[in-house]
């Protein structure tokens, strides 16, 4: 039989044995194998879920995905990323606790990213499709200048080459530190998503967990179909802000996928697991 002690940060599991040199050396770390589902508060093997697409294998909880992960979820192997090599200037020289130039720096060491975006071409089946999907782990998937541009290059992309364009929405909305800048790429986008439109070529938006702000008002509620995953948190501003504004109690759940769906802001919601099948279905009929 083994325990566990908490030792620098991380379990160890000590073998009942005595914590002899040949014990330590058969001690297994454990730090990051488990995760705790905030869904069902059971705890997961880590490998499990990722096999698993990151949904709880128990409760079927969505776990927030990041955009190289969503692009392979989707597309066919093969897929090849474009529109890259854009990098924030800066525009405003801004500073709050940190400079703005500091927080670029330290999410694109986390996530490898120039910023909470990234475009892909590949197939979907049998659609040649781009693909252009957000990363909520780049300061929370806020919307400034690159981001903007680079769903605009993608809208542009999918018009020129006449291929569906499915955009995967996570975010919090614009990003404050561009200020008026971040605000200018929802006219840009929705301009871009116009002129896709005149053009006939489909538009598909996934609404992922959390989608609100900025990026809800503009691309994320154009698509010709909106689809979201279970449980996903959609709006504008926070329950607290409306309530205080209406002065009214708001329904539980109110900015979730499925009371949204109920209300006829979606067209559908979709568990991760199907969401390729279900895209691949839809357009078919959006091109037959």
Request: proline share 4%; with cysteine.
């Given at each position: 039989?083994?325990?566990?002690?908490?030792?620098?940060?991380?379990?160890?599991?000590?073998?009942?044995?005595?914590?002899?040199?040949?014990?330590?050396?058969?001690?297994?770390?454990?730090?990051?194998?488990?995760?705790?589902?905030?869904?069902?508060?059971?705890?997961?093997?880590?490998?499990?879920?990722?096999?698993?697409?990151?949904?709880?294998?128990?409760?079927?909880?969505?776990?927030?995905?990041?955009?190289?992960?969503?692009?392979?979820?989707?597309?066919?192997?093969?897929?090849?990323?474009?529109?890259?090599?854009?990098?924030?200037?800066?525009?405003?020289?801004?500073?709050?606790?940190?400079?703005?130039?500091?927080?670029?720096?330290?999410?694109?060491?986390?996530?490898?990213?120039?910023?909470?975006?990234?475009?892909?071409?590949?197939?979907?089946?049998?659609?040649?499709?781009?693909v252009s999907a957000m990363e909520y782990g780049f300061i929370g998937g806020s919307m400034g200048a690159v981001v903007g541009e680079t769903i605009?290059?993608?809208?542009?992309?999918?018009?020129?080459?006449?291929?569906?364009?499915?955009?995967?929405?996570?975010?919090?909305?614009?990003?404050?530190?561009?200020?008026?800048?971040?605000?200018?790429?929802?006219?840009?986008?929705?301009?871009?998503?116009?002129?896709?439109?005149?053009?006939?070529?489909?538009?598909?938006?996934?609404?992922?967990?959390?989608?609100?702000?900025?990026?809800?008002?503009?691309?994320?509620?154009?698509?010709?179909?909106?689809?979201?995953?279970?449980?996903?948190?959609?709006?504008?501003?926070?329950?607290?802000?409306?309530?205080?504004?209406?002065?009214?109690?708001?329904?539980?759940?109110?900015?979730?996928?499925?009371?949204?769906?109920?209300?006829?802001?979606?067209?559908?919601?979709?568990?991760?697991?199907?969401?390729?099948?279900?895209?691949?279905?839809?357009?078919?009929?959006?091109?037959?």
């Amino acid at each position: 039989m083994s325990w566990f002690k908490r030792e620098n940060g991380e379990y160890e599991s000590i073998p009942s044995g005595g914590d002899s040199a040949e014990a330590a050396e058969r001690r297994v770390r454990t730090e990051g194998l488990w995760v705790k589902c905030s869904g069902c508060r059971e705890v997961i093997w880590k490998a499990d879920l990722e096999a698993n697409h990151s949904v709880c294998p128990k409760c079927q909880h969505h776990f927030r995905m990041g955009a190289r992960q969503r692009i392979g979820l989707l597309l066919d192997p093969g897929y090849e990323f474009v529109d890259g090599g854009l990098r924030s200037t800066d525009p405003l020289d801004f500073t709050d606790i940190k400079s703005y130039k500091a927080r670029l720096r330290k999410a694109q060491e986390e996530t490898g990213l120039n910023d909470a975006i990234l475009n892909a071409v590949g197939r979907m089946g049998t659609h040649q499709v781009v693909v252009s999907a957000m990363e909520y782990g780049f300061i929370g998937g806020s919307m400034g200048a690159v981001v903007g541009e680079t769903i605009a290059r993608a809208a542009d992309r999918a018009r020129l080459e006449r291929n569906p364009l499915i955009v995967v929405a996570a975010s919090g909305g614009a990003r404050m530190m561009e200020g008026v800048v971040s605000l200018l790429q929802m006219a840009k986008i929705s301009t871009a998503l116009a002129q896709l439109d005149s053009a006939r070529v489909p538009y598909i938006c996934v609404l992922t967990d959390p989608t609100t702000g900025g990026v809800t008002a503009s691309f994320a509620m154009l698509g010709d179909l909106n689809i979201a995953e279970p449980g996903a948190l959609i709006g504008f501003a926070g329950p607290r802000v409306i309530e205080q504004t209406i002065r009214q109690k708001l329904p539980d759940g109110f900015q979730r996928a499925e009371f949204l769906l109920e209300k006829g802001f979606l067209d559908a919601v979709v568990p991760r697991n199907e969401m390729k099948n279900y895209l691949v279905r839809a357009l078919e009929f959006m091109k037959s």
